[in-house]
């Protein structure tokens, strides 16, 4: 139980100090009997623009430790990408030369795997974890570009894919979030390339998808612009508006957004591109370029808030990353608790 609740980001020295743990760990049952005690941090995951491989970070941004290069293709590496996580694992989707694929780190042993592929291979898709869970919905079909409303749910303990029912709306670059126990759609494009406001949320308990009409009226819609930039701390669902740089803090009574002030990185310059915002734990994570001009000195800004939906405006920490000299623009970006 004492190594169990040793940091993550410290189990390289202990691998180098005894091959016994070295063994335990790459079995993964150092990071089951921390799920069994309920103990768990978080580690933070990105890719940023011109460098190959991915980065991981502790919580707190104090350690940091460079991921193998995904051994994948030309077309996967130069391509668009979407990640996300469960348990112990870092998937990363995208198309490769004969196909759509999903590539995936585990934790324990420090590699890369081929799959296995969702069954319908996807892009530009909503998802979101819980635990052990993982929840992809919605997208373009890699082959046909197919808007579709299929959903599926991963599990990390046996590798599967299941299917979902089908969501009410076909949609396309949406994002995802859990939220009160549900997996939650928002936003997005439909078929007819019409921008969708309304969201909807699946139901495990009646294995059903429920419309939330109008969910984002209140959020403005720049051009261009990526997925909504959404995250859940404490429960409570925030965005980054990337057209205004305004945090907000969705009300559930209502149907509305609050205003909680401004974030300290320039959202607005590339339409909500190349920012990260995230959940970390109980705080907002929030990175990328406090300028709105790009150079080479332009230097990667972290920034954490502890959100306060009552509050008028939220105060943000910087964070010192000795790894700041990454390029500020970031492609992908996951959150693993574990």
């Given at each position: 139980m004492i190594l169990a609740r040793f940091p993550i980001s410290k189990h390289w020295k202990m691998c180098c100090l005894s091959k016994r743990f070295l063994t335990l760990l790459k079995s993964g049952e150092i990071y089951k009997m921390r799920r069994v005690i309920g103990?768990?941090?978080?580690s933070v995951f990105?890719?940023?623009?011109?460098e190959r491989n991915w980065y991981a970070f502790d919580g707190h941004f104090r350690s940091c430790r460079k991921l193998p290069i995904i051994?994948?293709?030309?077309?996967?590496e130069w391509g668009d990408k979407e990640?996300?996580?469960a348990g112990t694992n870092l998937f990363v989707s995208g198309k490769e030369v004969e196909g759509g694929v999903v590539w995936r780190y585990e934790l324990a042993t420090h590699e890369w795997f081929k799959g296995?592929?969702?069954?319908?291979?996807?892009?530009?898709f909503a998802s979101a974890s819980c635990g052990t869970m993982a929840y992809v919905a919605g997208g373009l079909e890699?082959?046909?570009?197919?808007?579709l409303s299929s959903a599926e749910r991963y599990n990390s303990e046996n590798h599967t894919w299941e299917t979902l029912p089908r969501m009410i709306q076909r949609r396309k670059s949406c994002s995802g979030c859990?939220?009160?126990n549900k997996f939650y759609v928002l936003g997005g494009r439909d078929e007819q390339q019409n921008d969708l406001t309304c969201g909807e949320f699946f139901d495990e308990g009646t294995n059903t998808w429920n419309l939330v009409p109008e969910m984002l009226k209140d959020i403005p819609l720049s051009t261009p612009r990526a997925p909504p930039l959404v995250a859940v701390a404490n429960n409570e669902l925030y965005t980054l508006d990337a057209s205004s740089n305004e945090l907000k803090v969705y009300l559930k009574g209502n149907n509305s957004w609050k205003k909680l002030g401004h974030v300290p990185v320039r959202a607005d310059t590339q339409g909500g591109w190349g920012?990260?915002?995230k959940s970390l734990g109980n705080e907002l994570l929030v990175i990328g370029a406090t300028s709105s001009s790009y150079s080479p000195r332009t230097m990667m800004k972290i920034y954490t808030c502890l959100p306060d939906p009552h509050v008028e405006k939220l105060q943000w920490k910087q964070i010192v990353c000795d790894s700041t000299n990454l390029n500020p623009f970031i492609h992908n970006c996951a959150v693993m608790l574990a």
């Open positions: 103990f768990k941090e978080p990105m890719l940023a623009s011109g051994p994948s293709d030309y077309n996967f990640s996300f996580s296995p592929c969702m069954l319908t291979p996807r892009c530009l890699t082959t046909t570009s197919e808007v859990y939220l009160d920012v990260a915002f």
